[in-house]
Structure formats: structure tokens, C-alpha cells
């Protein structure tokens, strides 16, 4: 006797027999049905024409690949009016036209396309006793019907996303109501967010970054919505102003370094051994071997007319430079690398590598040791660094007792965001460094409090509170002035990034559920597909 779960409900069908051949459970059906309907005309027949054998895939049973072997039949459409004289037996569910496996066989394997992709479906589902190719995976998804997406909250969110970063993006619509992804576009231009919004007048809210595609979208495309910037991404300007300005404070931060460590050697400067006197090594300051011989003599030569007392104006016009450019060669004291030439304070552990102690020590362990004291260079830039050192050929004697004294450097970037943490949340060493720094700097403590004024602006949510902030920041001597004044072109929106309680937040989320979603495609992630498996599974 056949179970009689192993075949759908209410499905006309009679089981015959059933054989268990290796890991594939046969199971022999034929259909019941007193009576079929014409697809064409509606008409009803009884008349059979003739039978054929389909061959079905069903749900696994107890670990065994169930195929169901289904006797189906031909009928006649007895309609004179029909163009169709012989269609084959139509089922009202589980068995579709032209398929080779059951309806909820096909819902299963769906739900796996849409959670893992082509090819980990396939893999999946062959471990789950329905073995397909990743091909198939992919024609299920792209079969599937797409829900209407209804605007019902009239709040969305807006951002981009790299279809191939650098070359190719496009941008992501969500639901800040509902949190959920309403459409994908194919690009990130303005024309196309604007036609999307003209299809949906209903939208009163349009969150985005500052970005100015979109916000011409926004405004030529639903001029009704207000727009608000993300707040992420005007903390993200923020820290890019703050880091230009300690880039400008090269002299400044240097001394505050020498204080700090209370050391006579500047840090910034490229140590190199030279010899020994008296059992100690001699320190001496030698060039950049990566820097740019026509860029050093142009800084040699502004450093000689800004000490000749000449105006910035009168250098820019004789050296053919920008005036921009001039003010920045004369904040330097030294030619910084070339672009793409990472640094590392490898310097700071030369006469420690060069000790007598360490001969006969790998590369490795060496690498270790210093790694453990504050080398924050590559295992790879350490050897090269290495190879140079031991080309002077100077051995420190053991009777120096010398040990790793490496200095803390704080970079632009990483000061950048000390700055605008909270003194509770930063480390003694980074708290202590700050407040030497504030002392010697004051405009760096300037605009260390215009930036904890302007992150409690989005905390207060008052109106005219950010102009109030924009003409302080104007009329002080902060490192931040031109990010205030670029809030000026995008004013509303920012504005409304303050006083309202809208945010990206949400969108950014989205936006890394779709980089997971497009990463274990494996290649085959064309838009549409791509399309498809992020709004199914959306929210």
C-alpha cells in the first residue's frame, strides 16, 4: 500500500506502485479526472484521445530523490468554434503545463534560490534530495512574478549602490516606513529618479545624500516632498574637513609629538644609521628615496621667496602656480611621499633591529617583536625596510642595552576621529595626547567645540539652530569653515536632516543585505536578476 502523503492532496491521481531503485524513490500514478477543460474555448470534454507518460519531480521522503511517474491523457475538444482539436489533460493545481516538477517542489527550491543563489542552491539542493543546476536555479527566480509595489507611506530613502565599484552603479529605493526595498534603478543619473518619482506622486519625503543627481531628481520629480540629507554622510564630510585641517598642521603636530614623547629627535624626520662613535650609533637625517626631485627644488624655492618676504600673490605668478598651491608648499617643512608610497614608523626601531642580540633572528620574529610594540607597517614593507637597513652593514655591540622605544603617531585620519568622540570613550594615551594638542593648538580646541555643537544639533531638533552654527563657525578660525560653507548649497535639505526624524540609516542596511546578495551570484547577477532577489525578499 502507498502512503497516501507521499502525493499531493486532492490531486487526481490514482498510485499504482512504487519501486526504490538505489537513492531514487518510483512512484507509478495515473490521472482520474472524469472530465478536462479546453485552455482555449472553456469547453468541457470527456472524450479521450489519447495517453502519455510525464515524468514528475516531487519533495524528497526519508532521504530518498522521489520521481513520480504520472499516465496522463489527450482529449478531444468537441467545440466546432475551437481551434484547438486536441489539447492534452489540464490539472487545477500542483501540476503545471510544460513542468517537470510538482508546484510546491518548485515553491521549495524558490525560497532556496532567493536565500542562497545559483550556484550554493544547487548545491543545497542536492543535499536536500532535489538536485537541479544552478541555471535552473536562476530560470526559477526569473519565472517568478514580481509583487506590485504599492508607495503607501510616501517616506523614502535613496542612495547608490556598485553594480561594479568604480564603473557601474545604481541606486536603491526604500520604504523608511515599512523598511523595505520599493525598486532598484539601473543607474544613478537624475532623469531616471525623476521619471520614478512622477510614477509616484504620493511621495512626501525623499531622504538622499548630498549628492547633487539626486537632488536634482528629487526637486524636478516630486517638487510636493521635502528633501533631507543623511545625517552619515554630513558626519562623513565633517570628518573629511578635520582631516584637511591636521593635514595643514604638519610644524604644529610635529611639536606637539616632540612634547609628548619628550624626545629632542623629531619623529616626522627619516632617521638612518650611520656609524658607531664611542659604542653609540650616530643619527643622522637623510631625503625621502621616493620623493620627486623637481617638487623638492620647487619647495626649496617658495620656502626661499616666502623668506625673502615676497606676497603669496607675487611667488604664484612668477613660478606659473596656483596661489593654493603656494600656500600649501609653504605650510610644509618636508616634500611628503609620493601618492600611493605608504608610510611606516619603522624608523623608530632601527637601533633596536641593528643590536647584536638580534643577529641570527628571522625576519619573522623579528617582525613580531616589533609588531608587538607599535610597528603598524606590513609584513612585506618591514622586509623591504629590512634589506635597506642591513645593507650599512652596522651591528650595534651587546654592551648597548637597547630596547624597542617606539613613538605613538596619531595620523589625520585617525585624529579626525578622536575628535569628534566623547572624552569617555577615548583610550588615557588618546585623551592625554588631545589635551596637550588643544593646548598648543587652539584651533584645533576651537574646532573641537564647534563639533560637539554641531552633533547636538541633531539631538536638539531646533529650527535655526544650524544657521546660528554656520555663521559662528564663519566668524571663527576654525579648521571647518569651508564645510560650513558648503551647507549654505544644500541648506534646506540639511536643515531638514536636523529638525526632522528621518535618516538613511535604514537605506544603508539595504544596501549591504544587496552586496551580499550580488557577492554569491558568482558573476551571473545581471540587473534583473538582481532586481528580483532583493524586492522578494525584502522586509
Known amino acids: 500500500m502507498i502512503p497516501a502523503f507521499l502525493l499531493p492532496v486532492d490531486l487526481p491521481l490514482n498510485a499504482r506502485s512504487m519501486v526504490l531503485e538505489g537513492e531514487s524513490l518510483l512512484i507509478e500514478a495515473s490521472a482520474c479526472q472524469s472530465h478536462c477543460i479546453c485552455p482555449v474555448c472553456g469547453h468541457r470534454s470527456s472524450r479521450i484521445h489519447s495517453k502519455y507518460i510525464r515524468m514528475l519531480a516531487d519533495l524528497p521522503a526519508s532521504g530518498y530523490i522521489v520521481k513520480v511517474t504520472v499516465l496522463s491523457r489527450k482529449y478531444f475538444c ?83 549602490w556598485a553594480f561594479k565599484k568604480g564603473n557601474t552603479y545604481g541606486t536603491i529605493i526604500v520604504d523608511l516606513e515599512e523598511n523595505k526595498v520599493v525598486d532598484l534603478l539601473c543607474d544613478r543619473e537624475s532623469e531616471t529618479l525623476c521619471l520614478w518619482l512622477k510614477e509616484h506622486p504620493e511621495v512626501e519625503v525623499v531622504s538622499r545624500d548630498r549628492g547633487g543627481p539626486y537632488a536634482k531628481g528629487a526637486r524636478e520629480g516630486a517638487p510636493q516632498a521635502i528633501q533631507v540629507a543623511d545625517r552619515f554622510h554630513l558626519l562623513m564630510n565633517l570628518g573629511d574637513a578635520t582631516k584637511k585641517m591636521f593635514q595643514s598642521l604638519g610644524s604644529e603636530l610635529k611639536e606637539v609629538y616632540v612634547l609628548y614623547h619628550n624626545v629632542e629627535q623629531p619623529i616626522n624626520s627619516e632617521p638612518s644609521i650611520k656609524g658607531l662613535e664611542n659604542g653609540h650609533p650616530e643619527i643622522i637625517h637623510i631625503e625621502a628615496r621616493n620623493k620627486n626631485t623637481q617638487r623638492q627644488l620647487r619647495l ?24 593654493a598651491t603656494i600656500r600649501k608648499y609653504v605650510r610644509m617643512d618636508t616634500l611628503p611621499k609620493k601618492r600611493g608610497s605608504r608610510s611606516t614608523n619603522f624608523e623608530s626601531f632601527q637601533i633596536f633591529l641593528l643590536h647584536e642580540n638580534n643577529r641570527g633572528k628571522t625576519y619573522k620574529v623579528l617582525y613580531n617583536i616589533i609588531k608587538a610594540n607599535g610597528f603598524f607597517g606590513a609584513y612585506s614593507q618591514f622586509c623591504n625596510n629590512m634589506n635597506g637597513l642591513l645593507r650599512s652593514h652596522c651591528i650595534i655591540p651587546a654592551s648597548c642595552k637597547l630596547d624597542p622605544a617606539p613613538l605613538k603617531i596619531w595620523h589625520p585620519r585617525q585624529l579626525s576621529v578622536l575628535i569628534q568622540k566623547d572624552k569617555e570613550d577615548l583610550k588615557k594615551e588618546d585623551r592625554e595626547f588631545l589635551e596637550l594638542l588643544y593646548n598648543k593648538c587652539p584651533i584645533v580646541k576651537e574646532t573641537e567645540e564647534y563639533i560637539g555643537r554641531f552633533k547636538k544639533l541633531f539631538q536638539t531638533k531646533q529650527e535655526g539652530t544650524l544657521k546660528k552654527w554656520i555663521d559662528d563657525v564663519a566668524k571663527s578660525t576654525s579648521g571647518i569653515k569651508s564645510f560650513a560653507k558648503g551647507l549654505l548649497s544644500d ?34 547577477a545581471g540587473f534583473e536578476l538582481l532586481r528580483r532577489m532583493v524586492i522578494f525578499k525584502s522586509g
Not at 92 to 101: A, F, G, L, N, S
Not at 509 to 523: E, W
Open 78 to 160: 468537441d467545440n466546432p468554434q475551437c481551434v484547438r482539436k486536441i489539447f492534452t489533460e489540464r490539472f487545477t493545481q500542483e501540476i503545471i503545463p510544460y513542468h517537470r516538477r510538482f508546484n510546491r517542489c518548485k515553491n521549495l527550491l524558490g525560497n532556496m534560490a532567493l536565500e542562497l543563489g545559483g550556484n550554493k542552491g544547487a548545491v543545497i539542493s542536492r543535499l536536500a534530495g532535489l538536485p537541479v543546476s544552478p541555471s535552473t536555479i536562476l530560470r526559477i527566480i526569473k519565472k517568478m512574478n514580481l509583487p506590485i509595489q504599492k508607495m503607501t507611506s510616501g517616506v523614502i530613502g535613496v542612495d547608490d
Open 300 to 323: 626649496d624655492k617658495i620656502k626661499e621667496l616666502h623668506s625673502q618676504g615676497h606676497a603669496i600673490r607675487a611667488i604664484a605668478r612668477a613660478l606659473h602656480l596656483q596661489r
Open 491 to 524: 541648506f534646506e535639505a540639511v536643515n531638514n536632516a536636523v529638525v526632522t526624524p528621518y535618516s538613511n540609516g535604514q537605506v544603508e542596511g539595504q544596501v549591504n543585505r544587496l552586496k551580499n546578495i550580488k557577492r554569491r551570484m558568482y558573476g551571473k
